[in-house]
């Protein structure tokens, strides 16, 4: 959330904030919302705490925010929220892997990011304090026209946000 916000702050753009919710020991694809009323209601009070944090966050950094609750699939819910509030990037975070596990994304980034028209950016934790986003950016090349637009990408962001470009070729 805090690159999100940091993101947003240095583009002065609103921020929309999703929260998706599947019932605990449901398929994570399902699509329809918690049977139990009560589950249901306890589930969507935590949530609303949860954006409303998130939402505060945001305000202390002068960053306008939206937030969004949905039941259902949370890739597909991410999806369709992107869609609807026309966001241009998806901010996802991502835990740390381990073992063989480290070579791939989790489920939800690599469903995201596999699915969706817009740019898709996967935050992983900084091991230590830093400067949220850094100084440079690392993008790599190579000669099909997906890569010319990702240092198109790269450089426009890097423009906006006072980074440096290193470029793989």
């Known amino acids: 959330l805090t690159y999100a916000i940091n993101i947003a702050e240095r583009l002065g753009i609103d921020l929309h904030i ?5 019932m605990p020991g449901s398929h994570s694809h399902a699509e329809q919302g918690p049977s139990s009323g009560q589950a249901q209601a306890d589930m969507e009070k ?9 939402a505060d966050q945001a305000r202390q950094a002068r960053v306008s925010a939206v937030t969004h609750m949905a039941w259902g699939a949370i890739p597909t819910t991410i999806l369709q929220t992107a869609s609807a509030a026309g966001c241009d990037l998806i901010v996802l ?7 063989t596990e480290r070579q791939e ?15 898709v950016l996967v935050v992983k934790r900084p091991l230590a304090r830093r400067a949220l986003l850094g100084r440079r950016i690392l993008v790599a090349a190579g000669h099909s026209s997906w890569s010319k637009y990702a240092v198109e990408h790269a450089i426009g962001l890097a423009q906006v946000l006072g980074l440096e470009v290193c470029v793989l070729h």
Do not use: D, M
């Open 105 to 119: 994304l989790g489920h939800i980034a690599r469903a995201v990011a596999a699915n969706a028209p817009q740019s």
């Open 18 to 22: 999703l929260t998706g919710l599947v």
């Open 46 to 54: 935590a949530a609303r705490e949860l954006l409303n944090e998130a």
């Open 93 to 99: 975070g991502t835990r740390r892997r381990t073992g």
